[in-house]
């Protein structure tokens, strides 16, 4: 849309909300903007702007998720007084607020009550550099030693014995629709779980959700697939460095900068962000010195656990990106579990505003001890999901694992070729690996079994496009009883 000032754009917003009294739901509010100026605004933009309306009580809103409308704030104060609401009408504190609070320690406590004070009675606050400053990796612990040692017995994973990222892989398709749902959820996205799963593993978009909540679960789903495949043996390719966390970033940003060239590349420009009295940095110099300094601290932390949730503390704090800083920051804590072969933390079922309000006193107060509650909290409720899971499952052939990159190959290459699955053209796929010879009749064996299994929800695994497999499907369906 045509360029217009923040402060005009809250102004329309107002004005568009003010013209519908029985309420307007977000989808209709981008409609009409994009009529009255050519263009919407980007989803999670509007959000932040509604967000701030809201804060400011100069609306109000009414209903949950998909029922969710905001009103004119009079006639919302009128109805309250009336007493004739039909569903939770808020003035400014979120959606969230039907959301059971977790159970957190007394300091925890304190900064709850401290940020659930209203917008007004904040104390305005901006970045402080020394806050990262003073932490030191090996001496500075924001998680107390014998919190760490039960975080460490909690997060053992039969993959102890196995490479990097092997415990990953194994529920890669459980933490793909988990961590993909749960972290989108955490920036409001409505897709369910359900749908989430139909959208990663059969490319089916949920219907009435809009490109955008699409398009965040799929680059979601990309970035953690990005981790794990990048997770060698030695434990070394993924890194704490600029180049790992830009990519990432323009993984996860895919699509849903307003300025594409943002995506990827450290911010250099004020941002803001509602609902809270802080101010994050505005200097690019500083932004880009800071970052420098927090990834050379993250990586000098010996605890994994503690890596983590240094991650999660500073990385949103220092807002080094336009937008998408806490989706980093959530999808970039698992990789030093994943080196570690620890279970991953998936942030299933975590209340969105105890997250938030953790962050808040990051960001305002400079205090972990809120976050810290519900970061524990939410690694025991995935170390819970994925024992259970675990458990089922029946234990990986080490040859598979061993295999796994050239299995991928072997598949590729005898579906791409159009090949039939024939013992003989098996065999000369085989030799063509340059495996040892000691190996090719287990190897063989395995490529058999994974044709056999082959289906349109599984070329995915292989890296083929359906239209690959759709293709070998019909070369091969002159009577060859192998598929």
């Not at 807002?319 to 299933?348: G, T, Y």
């Amino acid at each position: 849309m045509p360029r217009i000032t923040p402060a005009a754009e809250l102004q329309l917003i107002e004005s568009i909300v003010a013209a519908h009294p029985g309420g307007i739901g977000i989808a209709e509010i981008e409609a009409t903007m994009a009529q009255r100026h050519g263009g919407a605004l980007n989803r999670r933009t509007l959000q932040r702007r509604l967000l701030k309306l809201i804060d400011a009580q100069r609306i109000a809103f009414e209903g949950q998720s998909i029922a969710l409308v905001y009103k004119p704030v009079a006639l919302a104060w009128a109805q309250l007084a009336r007493g004739d609401v039909s569903a939770p009408l808020s003035m400014g504190v979120g959606v969230a607020e039907a959301e059971p609070d977790l159970p957190v320690s007394p300091e925890g406590a304190s900064i709850r009550d401290r940020v659930r004070q209203p917008l007004m009675h904040r104390r305005p606050v901006g970045y402080r550099r020394e806050f990262l400053e003073s932490y030191q990796p090996g001496v500075t612990f924001y998680l107390p030693a014998a919190l760490r040692s039960q975080l460490h017995e909690m997060g053992r994973t039969p993959a102890h014995e196995r490479p990097a990222g092997t415990y990953a892989r194994d529920i890669l398709s459980r933490l793909l629709v988990d961590l993909s749902w749960a972290s989108s959820r955490l920036e409001g996205n409505t897709y369910s779980r359900l749908d989430t799963q139909n959208l990663i593993e059969h490319g089916q978009a949920a219907q009435g959700k809009d490109a955008i909540e699409t398009q965040m679960i799929l680059n979601h789903k990309a970035a953690i697939e990005m981790l794990i495949e990048d997770t060698d043996e030695d434990m070394n390719e993924v890194g704490f460095d600029a180049f790992t966390f830009k990519n990432l970033h323009a993984v996860l940003s895919q699509d849903l900068m307003r300025d594409p060239q943002a995506s990827g590349r450290l911010r250099r420009r004020v941002v803001e962000i509602s609902g809270t009295a802080f101010h994050p940095v505005a200097m690019p110099q500083v932004i880009e010195d800071c970052f420098e300094l927090l990834l050379s601290k993250a990586a000098a932390i010996p605890d994994p656990f503690e890596q983590v949730f240094f991650l999660m503390v500073q990385l949103p704090y220092l807002q080094p990106f336009e937008d998408v800083n806490k989706r980093v920051s959530r999808i970039a804590a698992n990789m030093p579990l994943i080196q570690h072969k620890l279970c991953p933390l998936s942030f299933i079922d975590v209340p969105e505003r105890a997250y938030i309000e953790g962050t808040l006193g990051v960001y305002e107060l400079n205090e972990v001890d809120l976050l810290r509650d519900v970061f524990v909290w939410a690694y025991e409720r995935s170390c819970q999901r994925y024992l259970a899971i675990t458990q089922t499952m029946v234990e990986p052939n080490p040859l598979k694992i061993k295999y796994r990159e050239a299995l991928i190959q072997a598949v590729q290459a005898v579906v791409k070729g159009l090949q039939a699955p024939s013992p003989d053209a098996l065999a000369t796929v085989v030799a063509g690996m340059g495996l040892p010879a000691a190996d090719h009749d287990a190897f063989t064996r395995m490529l058999a079994e994974a044709l056999h299994q082959l289906h349109e929800g599984s070329v995915a695994r292989y890296r083929l496009r359906r239209s690959e497999y759709l293709a070998w499907q019909l070369a091969c369906s002159g009577g060859d009883d192998h598929l």
